[in-house]
Each structure stands twice: as C-alpha cells, then as structure tokens.
T-cell receptor, first 112, second 109 residues
Framework: DTAVSQTPKYLVTQMGNDKSIKCEQN?????MYWYKQDSKKFLKIMFS???????INETVPNRFSPKSPDKAHLNLHINSLELGDSAVYFC???????????FGEGSRLTVL | RKEVEQDPGPFNVPEGATVAFNCTYS??????FFWYRQDCRKEPKLLMS???SGNEDGRFTAQLNRASQYISLLIRDSKLSDSATYLC??????????FGPGTRLSVLP
C-alpha cells in the first residue's frame, strides 16, 4: 500500500539512450513533483504538476520531459542520457493545503 | 547567497546529548517551513512542520525567527536511531519548496 511508488528503483544505461521513470500515487495528492538528488546529496526540484498542469518547470535541460496521463501519475522521460544525469530521482506528492511532501523510494540512475 | 543554507556538519554526538541544527533562508516571502529527515539511501520523510510560535514533538523542538529568517531544530536525549541527515525545507503552498543541503547527524554509542 505504498503511497507514492516509482519504478524502476535502479536503472543502469549507456550514454545517449532514452529512458523513463514511472511514478504513481494513491493518496489523491493535488500536486506531484520530480526531484533530483545528485552525488553531493543536494535535492533540487525539477518539475511540479498540479491536476495535470505543469506549474513549475525549473531550468532543467529539455531532454527531460514530464508526462502526466492522469492525476495519479507523473512519469519522467529522459532523452539522450548524459553522464551528468546520474543521480537519484525522487517522485513526490502533496496536498495543496498542507505542503507536506510524500516521497517515493527513489530511482537510482547510473549512466555509463 | 543560496536560498536555504544549513550547518555543514557532520555532527557526531554521544547518546543522550542535546544537539541543535540551524537553517537560514533568503526569501522573506516564504510562509511554510519544515524539517525532513533522510536516512542513508532512503527517501526524505517529514519530521515536523515549523510554526511561527515554535513547536515541540517529543524530543524535537523547532523554532522559527521570521525577522532573522532563521529556523532551528533541537534534539534532546539523542538516540542512535536519530542518526540521519536533517533537511531544512522552505517554501509556499502551490509553489516551489526549496531544500537545504542537509546536516548529517551521527549519534555514537
């Protein structure tokens, strides 16, 4: 009964490949997010979706594209992977009136 | 100046010690403040929200000073299980929540 689940948990791939990470939440969150945590452990927001509309789009390369087929899902697609994309990507959800973020377990991406 | 800054750490303290973490933020329009905890190779989890009047949850006390744009977290009677990285988070509902770089705590037996 995981509230926010993301797959895959581990992903190892070659430079130049395209990959996707899926995220699903079952708590009825109003907003979903993608965060990136790099090797220095700094957690930075990438995207935020509120009711299927993008409301935050931080300055990430356009190789990264969020896709939200419905309110419960926010997937992250990455084109032409680069070495610097290696990181842990966290999906999160929140209710509009509380602000508390519920994180998924993270997807550890390694680009070789 | 970074949006959210924290004590660099790491903090190594014996069991039973009291330890305090500090956090400063640059956006004076921020309205929401939180402390999160992240265990090694795990996702961040909410430890506590921070309210203007200060708030306490068991051994944990959070304080907010809006004038100085400063947040603190006090942990009393440290336990081994308190070992983790503590993340200060600042933002506004419906907008971006900015995470600080975190302060790592190791509680030693």
């Amino acid at each position: 009964d995981t509230a926010v689940s993301q797959t895959p948990k581990y992903l190892v791939t070659q430079m130049g490949n395209d990959k996707s990470i899926k995220c699903e939440q079952n708590l009825g969150h109003d907003t979903m997010y993608w965060y990136k945590q790099d090797s220095k452990k700094f957690l930075k927001i990438m995207f935020s979706y509120n009711n299927k509309e993008l409301i935050i789009n931080e300055t990430v390369p356009n190789r990264f594209s969020p896709k939200s087929p419905d309110k419960a899902h926010l997937n992250l697609h990455i084109n032409s992977l680069e070495l610097g994309d290696s990181a842990v990507y966290f999906c999160a959800g929140s209710y509009a009136n509380t602000g508390e973020l519920f994180f998924g377990e993270g997807s550890r991406l390694t680009v070789l | 100046r970074k949006e959210v800054e924290q004590d660099p750490g790491p903090f190594n303290v014996p069991e039973g010690a009291t330890v305090a973490f500090n956090c400063t933020y640059s956006n004076s329009a921020s309205q929401s403040f939180f402390w999160y905890r992240q265990d090694c190779r795990k996702e961040p989890k909410l430890l506590m929200s921070v309210y203007s009047s200060g708030n306490e949850d068991g051994r944990f006390t959070a304080q907010l000073n809006r004038a100085s744009q400063y947040i603190s977290l006090l942990i009393r009677d440290s336990k081994l299980s308190d070992s983790a990285t503590y993340l200060c988070v600042v933002g506004n509902y419906g907008q971006n929540f900015v995470f600080g770089p975190g302060t790592r705590l190791s509680v030693l037996p």
